[in-house]
């Protein structure tokens, strides 16, 4: 399995709290992205990295933001967490583009 | 909107049929990939193709490029194999290099 890890898996929190969940990959890929995954609507893209500190945005970026600044690490921002982002957030690595993803456990986040 | 249609949206079958999911998409693409969830739990990638064919175990994974069109086959389907599968697509030009998915085929393998 590949190296790729989510932190944290679960977690609670309120509305207007911020919120970091943090992708780790031991691979060394270039590629990192970031997706929720709701009921009805599948999965879709919020962010993607293409190199440390090169990110762009998805499907559904707004009230998001991301930051990479090693190889390793890609980090996901609710600046101020909202009802609607009540998901579950999966990361996925590739080593080119396209190329397979590998997919990280998944962290589920719950806005109350 | 670039879309990716999957059919059924639902299967059950018996233990030991022949399965197969389909999987439409709208413009043109780069890669096309097929994916397993089982219930809680992760996802994990089964095939990437761009053309043709590919076969892995009971899996095989078949494209038409021309018609817009994949299917995914299990032979001797088997319970372990209840889990939704997923279609998803990289598009050709544009920005995003991420997928772009289905809304997935749950199936349940009755033993």
């Known amino acids: 399995d590949a190296g790729i890890t989510q932190s944290p898996r679960h977690k609670v929190t309120e509305t207007g709290t911020p919120v970091t969940l943090r992708c780790h990959q031991t691979e060394n890929h270039r590629y990192m992205y970031w997706y929720r995954q709701d009921p009805g609507h599948g999965l879709r893209l919020i962010h993607y990295s293409y190199g440390v500190k090169d990110t762009d945005k998805g499907e559904v970026s707004d009230g998001y933001s991301v930051s990479r600044s090693k190889t390793e690490d890609f980090l996901l921002t609710l600046e101020s967490a909202t009802s609607s982002q009540t998901s579950v957030y999966f990361c996925?690595?590739?080593?080119?583009?396209?190329?397979?993803?590998?997919f990280g456990p998944g962290t589920r986040l719950t806005v109350l | 909107k670039n879309e990716v249609e999957q059919s059924p949206q639902n299967l059950t079958a018996q233990e030991g049929e022949f399965i197969t999911i389909n999987c439409s998409y709208s413009?043109?693409?780069?890669?096309l990939h097929w994916l397993q969830q089982h219930p809680g739990g992760g996802i994990v990638s089964l095939f990437m193709l761009s053309s043709g064919k590919k076969k892995h175990g009971r899996l095989i994974a078949t494209i038409n490029i021309q018609e817009k069109h994949s299917s995914l086959h299990i032979t001797a389907s088997h319970p372990r194999d209840s889990a939704v599968y997923i279609c998803a697509v990289t598009y050709s030009g544009g920005g995003a290099d991420g997928l772009t998915f289905g809304k997935g085929t749950h199936l349940i393998i009755q033993p």
């Open positions: 996925a690595i590739s080593e080119g583009a396209p190329d397979t993803q590998y």
């Open positions: 413009v043109g693409i780069s890669a």
